[in-house]
Protein backbone atom coordinates (compact mmCIF):
# COMPACT_ATOMS: atom_id res chain seq x y z
CA UNK A 1 0.00 0.00 0.00
CA UNK A 2 1.18 3.69 -0.58
CA UNK A 3 2.49 5.70 2.20
CA UNK A 4 3.95 9.21 2.72
CA UNK A 5 6.15 10.38 5.25
CA UNK A 6 6.63 14.23 6.36
CA UNK A 7 10.00 13.77 8.84
CA UNK A 8 9.49 17.33 10.19
CA UNK A 9 6.32 17.78 12.96
CA UNK A 10 7.36 20.99 13.29
CA UNK A 11 9.15 24.23 11.31
CA UNK A 12 9.48 27.27 12.71
CA UNK A 13 11.24 30.23 9.80
CA UNK A 14 11.09 33.86 9.52
CA UNK A 15 9.32 35.83 7.27
CA UNK A 16 10.50 36.56 4.30
CA UNK A 17 13.11 33.18 4.60
CA UNK A 18 12.55 30.82 2.59
CA UNK A 19 11.14 26.99 3.33
CA UNK A 20 11.47 23.65 2.33
CA UNK A 21 8.67 21.35 3.29
CA UNK A 22 9.99 17.38 2.78
CA UNK A 23 7.35 14.27 1.48
CA UNK A 24 8.84 11.29 0.77
CA UNK A 25 6.93 8.18 -0.75
CA UNK A 26 6.35 4.66 -0.75
CA UNK A 27 4.31 3.70 -4.47
CA UNK A 28 5.40 1.05 -6.69
CA UNK A 29 4.47 3.01 -9.69
CA UNK A 30 4.33 6.54 -10.90
CA UNK A 31 1.76 8.44 -7.94
CA UNK A 32 -0.09 10.86 -8.11
CA UNK A 33 0.90 13.53 -5.44
CA UNK A 34 -0.04 16.50 -3.52
CA UNK A 35 0.04 19.29 -1.03
CA UNK A 36 -2.98 20.44 1.10
CA UNK A 37 -3.07 23.69 3.42
CA UNK A 38 -5.00 23.54 6.67
CA UNK A 39 -5.17 26.74 8.23
CA UNK A 40 -7.23 27.98 11.76
CA UNK A 41 -10.62 27.89 10.83
CA UNK A 42 -10.26 26.83 6.94
CA UNK A 43 -10.76 23.43 5.24
CA UNK A 44 -7.86 22.04 3.56
CA UNK A 45 -7.04 23.47 0.52
CA UNK A 46 -5.11 21.83 -2.45
CA UNK A 47 -1.94 24.15 -2.78
CA UNK A 48 -0.65 21.95 -5.91
CA UNK A 49 -0.35 18.38 -7.75
CA UNK A 50 1.58 16.49 -9.80
CA UNK A 51 0.82 13.29 -12.33
CA UNK A 52 3.22 13.49 -14.79
CA UNK A 53 5.58 15.86 -17.51
CA UNK A 54 7.78 18.28 -15.92
CA UNK A 55 8.53 17.08 -12.57
CA UNK A 56 8.35 20.88 -10.70
CA UNK A 57 5.06 22.18 -10.78
CA UNK A 58 3.71 25.41 -9.64
CA UNK A 59 0.82 26.08 -7.40
CA UNK A 60 -1.42 28.81 -5.54
CA UNK A 61 0.11 30.98 -3.10
CA UNK A 62 3.45 31.31 -4.84
CA UNK A 63 4.56 27.78 -3.59
CA UNK A 64 6.10 25.07 -6.39
CA UNK A 65 6.99 21.77 -5.38
CA UNK A 66 10.03 18.92 -7.15
CA UNK A 67 8.86 15.52 -8.07
CA UNK A 68 12.50 13.49 -7.39
CA UNK A 69 11.57 9.73 -8.49
CA UNK A 70 15.10 8.84 -7.21
CA UNK A 71 14.63 10.06 -4.03
CA UNK A 72 10.65 9.09 -3.78
CA UNK A 73 10.63 13.02 -2.80
CA UNK A 74 8.14 15.73 -3.10
CA UNK A 75 9.45 18.43 -1.15
CA UNK A 76 7.24 21.87 -0.87
CA UNK A 77 8.95 25.33 -1.25
CA UNK A 78 8.65 28.57 -1.07
CA UNK A 79 10.87 31.49 -1.54
CA UNK A 80 10.22 33.74 0.70
CA UNK A 81 7.64 32.93 3.51
CA UNK A 82 4.78 35.45 4.53
CA UNK A 83 3.13 35.27 8.08
CA UNK A 84 0.07 34.03 6.83
CA UNK A 85 1.82 31.07 5.53
CA UNK A 86 1.66 29.83 9.15
CA UNK A 87 -0.40 26.55 8.80
CA UNK A 88 -0.20 23.05 8.61
CA UNK A 89 1.03 21.45 5.50
CA UNK A 90 0.24 17.70 4.45
CA UNK A 91 1.39 15.85 1.37
CA UNK A 92 -0.81 12.90 0.10
CA UNK A 93 -0.55 10.56 -2.67
CA UNK A 94 -3.17 8.53 -4.13
CA UNK A 95 -3.13 5.35 -6.60
CA UNK A 96 -3.36 6.66 -10.00
CA UNK A 97 -6.63 5.38 -12.01
CA UNK A 98 -8.45 5.20 -8.71
CA UNK A 99 -11.20 7.53 -7.12
CA UNK A 100 -10.66 7.01 -4.25
CA UNK A 101 -8.22 7.06 -0.92
CA UNK A 102 -6.16 10.20 -1.10
CA UNK A 103 -3.51 9.16 1.97
CA UNK A 104 -1.89 11.85 3.56
CA UNK A 105 0.79 12.20 5.47
CA UNK A 106 1.12 13.33 9.75
CA UNK A 107 1.21 16.90 8.58
CA UNK A 108 4.27 19.80 9.15
CA UNK A 109 3.11 22.64 11.31
CA UNK A 110 4.89 25.82 10.27
CA UNK A 111 5.27 28.38 12.12
CA UNK A 112 6.40 31.59 10.96
CA UNK A 113 8.56 34.29 13.26
CA UNK A 114 8.18 38.28 12.45
CA UNK B 1 -22.84 28.53 -0.03
CA UNK B 2 -20.22 28.12 -2.50
CA UNK B 3 -18.46 25.46 -0.17
CA UNK B 4 -18.73 22.55 1.42
CA UNK B 5 -20.80 22.78 4.38
CA UNK B 6 -20.57 20.78 7.59
CA UNK B 7 -22.68 19.97 10.71
CA UNK B 8 -22.40 20.48 13.47
CA UNK B 9 -19.02 22.47 13.94
CA UNK B 10 -18.73 20.53 17.42
CA UNK B 11 -20.29 18.17 18.82
CA UNK B 12 -20.36 16.61 22.53
CA UNK B 13 -21.44 13.37 23.45
CA UNK B 14 -21.69 10.38 26.10
CA UNK B 15 -20.08 7.35 25.66
CA UNK B 16 -22.62 4.92 24.45
CA UNK B 17 -24.61 7.41 22.59
CA UNK B 18 -25.55 8.00 18.61
CA UNK B 19 -24.19 10.51 16.80
CA UNK B 20 -25.00 12.00 13.40
CA UNK B 21 -22.59 14.46 11.18
CA UNK B 22 -23.82 15.96 8.36
CA UNK B 23 -22.39 17.40 5.07
CA UNK B 24 -23.24 19.08 2.41
CA UNK B 25 -21.20 19.08 -0.65
CA UNK B 26 -20.54 21.88 -3.52
CA UNK B 27 -23.43 21.74 -5.83
CA UNK B 28 -23.25 19.08 -8.91
CA UNK B 29 -19.60 17.44 -7.24
CA UNK B 30 -21.03 13.89 -7.49
CA UNK B 31 -17.99 12.66 -5.57
CA UNK B 32 -18.17 12.84 -1.60
CA UNK B 33 -15.69 11.49 0.44
CA UNK B 34 -15.57 11.65 4.28
CA UNK B 35 -11.99 11.62 6.21
CA UNK B 36 -11.40 11.29 10.18
CA UNK B 37 -8.48 13.45 11.21
CA UNK B 38 -7.07 12.63 15.25
CA UNK B 39 -5.00 15.23 17.15
CA UNK B 40 -1.37 15.12 15.60
CA UNK B 41 -2.48 13.15 12.59
CA UNK B 42 -3.38 13.45 8.98
CA UNK B 43 -6.62 12.56 7.15
CA UNK B 44 -7.40 8.96 7.12
CA UNK B 45 -9.92 7.78 4.63
CA UNK B 46 -13.04 6.46 5.76
CA UNK B 47 -15.84 5.91 2.78
CA UNK B 48 -16.30 7.74 -1.09
CA UNK B 49 -19.48 7.94 -2.21
CA UNK B 50 -20.06 8.05 -6.81
CA UNK B 51 -23.63 9.23 -6.90
CA UNK B 52 -26.02 7.70 -4.38
CA UNK B 53 -23.74 4.57 -4.05
CA UNK B 54 -20.79 4.00 -1.75
CA UNK B 55 -18.00 3.03 -3.82
CA UNK B 56 -15.54 2.34 -1.39
CA UNK B 57 -15.82 2.29 2.49
CA UNK B 58 -13.03 0.04 3.22
CA UNK B 59 -11.83 2.84 5.67
CA UNK B 60 -14.65 2.58 7.95
CA UNK B 61 -13.09 1.13 10.93
CA UNK B 62 -16.29 -1.25 12.20
CA UNK B 63 -19.90 -1.97 12.21
CA UNK B 64 -20.45 1.14 14.09
CA UNK B 65 -19.76 3.62 11.77
CA UNK B 66 -22.39 3.89 8.96
CA UNK B 67 -22.92 6.58 5.97
CA UNK B 68 -25.57 7.31 3.43
CA UNK B 69 -26.35 9.91 0.86
CA UNK B 70 -29.94 8.98 -0.59
CA UNK B 71 -30.47 11.68 -3.07
CA UNK B 72 -27.07 11.67 -4.15
CA UNK B 73 -26.20 15.40 -2.47
CA UNK B 74 -25.92 15.67 1.21
CA UNK B 75 -24.26 12.66 3.46
CA UNK B 76 -24.82 11.36 6.69
CA UNK B 77 -21.97 9.78 8.75
CA UNK B 78 -23.38 7.66 11.30
CA UNK B 79 -22.05 6.59 14.35
CA UNK B 80 -23.73 4.30 16.86
CA UNK B 81 -22.50 3.30 20.48
CA UNK B 82 -19.61 6.34 20.33
CA UNK B 83 -16.56 5.40 21.90
CA UNK B 84 -13.79 7.91 23.67
CA UNK B 85 -11.77 6.47 20.65
CA UNK B 86 -14.06 7.64 18.07
CA UNK B 87 -12.94 11.64 19.67
CA UNK B 88 -11.71 13.18 16.28
CA UNK B 89 -12.18 15.68 13.34
CA UNK B 90 -14.48 14.41 10.83
CA UNK B 91 -13.94 15.91 7.50
CA UNK B 92 -16.13 16.45 4.41
CA UNK B 93 -14.93 16.77 1.05
CA UNK B 94 -16.02 16.72 -2.36
CA UNK B 95 -14.87 16.74 -5.79
CA UNK B 96 -16.36 16.96 -9.42
CA UNK B 97 -13.39 14.71 -10.95
CA UNK B 98 -12.85 12.42 -8.35
CA UNK B 99 -9.91 10.48 -10.08
CA UNK B 100 -7.42 13.65 -9.96
CA UNK B 101 -7.24 13.39 -6.17
CA UNK B 102 -8.82 16.84 -6.13
CA UNK B 103 -10.75 17.38 -3.38
CA UNK B 104 -13.02 20.47 -1.43
CA UNK B 105 -12.64 19.95 1.70
CA UNK B 106 -15.41 20.91 4.64
CA UNK B 107 -14.29 22.47 7.59
CA UNK B 108 -15.15 19.34 9.60
CA UNK B 109 -17.17 18.39 12.74
CA UNK B 110 -15.28 17.95 15.75
CA UNK B 111 -16.67 14.76 18.08
CA UNK B 112 -15.96 14.75 21.44
CA UNK B 113 -16.98 11.59 23.38
CA UNK B 114 -16.78 12.28 27.18
Known amino acids: AQSVTQPDIHITVSEGASLELRCNYS??????LFWYVQSPGQGLQLLLK??????LVQGIKGFEAEFKRSQSSFNLRKPSVHWSDAAEYFCAVINTGTASKLTFGTGTRLQVTL | GAGVSQTPSNKVTEKGKYVELRCDPISGHTALYWYRQSLGQGPEFLIY????????DSGLPNDRFFAVRPEGSVSTLKIQRTERGDSAVYLC????????????FGEGSRLTVL
Open chain 1, 50 to 55: YFSGDT
Open chain 2, 93 to 104: ASSSTPTTGELF
Open chain 1, 27 to 32: YGATPY
Open chain 2, 49 to 56: FQGTGAAD
